[in-house]
C-alpha cells in the first residue's frame, strides 16, 4: 500500500464551473502523477511532478493545471470544466527506490461528470 | 506516432490458459510493463521486461521480443478472479509511458 487517496471520488458539475481534485501521499515519494482514462483510449497523462512546485506538462494537458506546494499533496485543477472532460482521473507515484522499474501505484480514482 | 496494440477483448475458461499479446511501435524503449485492472479499481503492477525472453511471476509470465516489437502476458489456472483489463505500457526513449487501451479478459465457468 503506497499509501495515495484521491478526494473527491466521485464529482459531478456543471460546464463551466471550475474543479480541483487532489491526491494525497503519506510516504513523501518525489514524483506524482495525474492520469485520465477514457473508453478506448490508454492511460493520457495530463501533468507530471518531480518535486515541491517541480511540475509538467503530459501529452493531453490543455485545460488542466496543476500545483505542488508541499510534497504530500498534488492538485489537479480544471479552471473551466468541459464536457470532454468527463473522466475517471488517477493519480500515481512511483517509487524513489524503484524508478528504474517504473512500477506506478495508482490512487484509487475520482470518477468526473461534467453535465 | 506512437502506438500501442492489443486485443479489445478475449474470453477464456476457468482453468485455462490464455495469452495476450501486445505490439508496439514507439520512440525507443526502455521496458514494457504489464498492469491488471479490475472494474471501477485502479491498475495495479503485474510485470516489466527490459531484456527479451520470458519473465515468470507465479501463475503468469511475461514475455519480450524487443526486435519485433512484442509482448505477450501468459495467464496459466485460470481464476474467476482474473476477469480484468490487462493493460500494456512502454516507457519510450524520453522516460515517458505510452499505454494500450488494455484487454478486456472474462473467465467463464
Known amino acids: 500500500d503506497a499509501g495515495i487517496t484521491q478526494s473527491p471520488r466521485h464529482k459531478v458539475t456543471e460546464t463551466g464551473t471550475p474543479v480541483t481534485l487532489r491526491c494525497h501521499q503519506t510516504?513523501?515519494?518525489?514524483?506524482m502523477y495525474w492520469y485520465r482514462q477514457d473508453p478506448g483510449h490508454g492511460l493520457r497523462l495530463i501533468h507530471y511532478s518531480y518535486g515541491v512546485k517541480d511540475t509538467d506538462k503530459g501529452e493531453v494537458s490543455d485545460g488542466y493545471s496543476v500545483s505542488r506546494s508541499k510534497t504530500e499533496d498534488f492538485l489537479l485543477t480544471l479552471e473551466s470544466a468541459t464536457s470532454s472532460q468527463t473522466s475517471v482521473y488517477f493519480c500515481?507515484?512511483?517509487?524513489?527506490?524503484?524508478?528504474?522499474?517504473?512500477?506506478?501505484?495508482f490512487g484509487e480514482g475520482s470518477r468526473l461528470t461534467v453535465l | 506516432g506512437q502506438n500501442i496494440d492489443q486485443p479489445t477483448e478475449m474470453t477464456a475458461t476457468e482453468g485455462a490458459i490464455v495469452q495476450i499479446n501486445c505490439t508496439y511501435q514507439?520512440?525507443?524503449?526502455?521496458?514494457l510493463f504489464w498492469y491488471q485492472q479490475h472494474a471501477g479499481e485502479a491498475p495495479t503492477f503485474l510485470s516489466y521486461n527490459v531484456l527479451d525472453g520470458l519473465e515468470e511471476k507465479g501463475r503468469f509470465s511475461s514475455f519480450l521480443s524487443r526486435s519485433k516489437g512484442y509482448s505477450y502476458l501468459l495467464l496459466k489456472e485460470l481464476q474467476m478472479k482474473d476477469s480484468a483489463s490487462y493493460l500494456c505500457?512502454?516507457?519510450?526513449?524520453?522516460?515517458?509511458?505510452?499505454w494500450g487501451a488494455g484487454t478486456k479478459l472474462i473467465i467463464k465457468p
Open positions: 500515481a507515484i512511483s517509487i524513489d527506490s524503484r524508478e528504474n522499474t517504473g512500477e506506478l501505484f
Open positions: 510516504e513523501n515519494h518525489r514524483y
Open positions: 505500457a512502454v516507457r519510450d526513449s524520453n522516460y515517458q509511458l505510452i
Open positions: 514507439t520512440s525507443g524503449f526502455n521496458g
